[in-house]
């Protein structure tokens, strides 16, 4: 039987058959899904970069959807109060309540491999329509001399249109169909912008291009 598992790790990231990278968010999805058909009801903590596809998928699954601030100390610290089986990031760490609440890129690569393998559905297959259903720009990195006069520019432009404004880590703005998450780095002179959308990514792409331009171009 072949697997279709034709996926690259490298540390916790992963490559479908075709040699697509898939997002870490997807992936944090992916792996969500995983421990709610084995644990129902289970708590999942997210960062709160990129969230849609993760929420969506635990409300499908009867699971428990948690937000926590950016960076392993705070995930740990998050699932260990909730008692949470699995807490992901966006940036390809992943944490496992019953691996002492630590990252591990090996039992991500264990897990997708035993899905795959059971299900005979390639890695592409599982992800594809969630690329289609929630599309992401991925996190940009924009270079800025003033990120407090830069930040205000961007939240000017669109806060009262907004539906929800979190301030969990650097601020997330939510529409109706679409949602941007902007953060400061806190080693480097950037700002950090990701963008998601719900099934239009030609909309998404009009929505990172009108906020690139108030950053102040194209980020990386």
């Known amino acids: 039987m072949a697997w279709h598992l034709t996926a690259i790790l490298i540390a916790a990231s992963f490559f479908d058959e075709t040699g697509q990278f898939v997002p870490g968010e997807y992936v944090v999805g992916l792996l969500a899904s995983i421990f709610l058909e084995k644990e129902v009801g289970a708590k999942i903590v997210h960062d709160p970069r990129v969230i849609w596809n993760t929420q969506d998928i635990v409300v499908q699954k009867a ?3 948690v937000q926590s601030k950016t960076g392993h100390a705070f995930i740990k610290q998050v699932m260990r ?11 390809a760490h992943h944490y496992f309540r019953d691996f002492a609440y630590c990252d591990s890129g090996m039992i991500p690569w264990l897990l997708i491999a035993e899905l795959v393998s059971h299900s005979e559905r390639s890695l592409g297959d599982w992800v594809k329509d969630r690329f289609a259903a929630f599309p992401s720009s991925g996190e940009m990195n924009f270079k800025v001399a003033d990120a407090g006069k830069t930040f205000e520019n961007v939240l000017s432009a669109h806060r009262a249109g907004a539906l929800s404004i ?5 601020v997330s703005l939510a ?26 990514a030609d909309a998404l792409a009009a929505h ?13």
């Open 63 to 65: 699971g428990v959807a």
């Open 81 to 91: 109060c909730h008692e949470a089986v699995y807490g992901g990031e966006m940036s």
């Open 166 to 170: 979190d301030e969990t880590d650097g």
């Open 175 to 200: 529409f109706d169909d679409w949602r941007f998450n902007l953060r400061r780095s806190n080693t480097e002179p950037l700002v950090r912008l990701n963008v998601e959308g719900k099934g239009n």
């Open 208 to 220: 990172v291009s009108e906020i690139a331009n108030l950053l102040g171009g194209t980020g990386a």
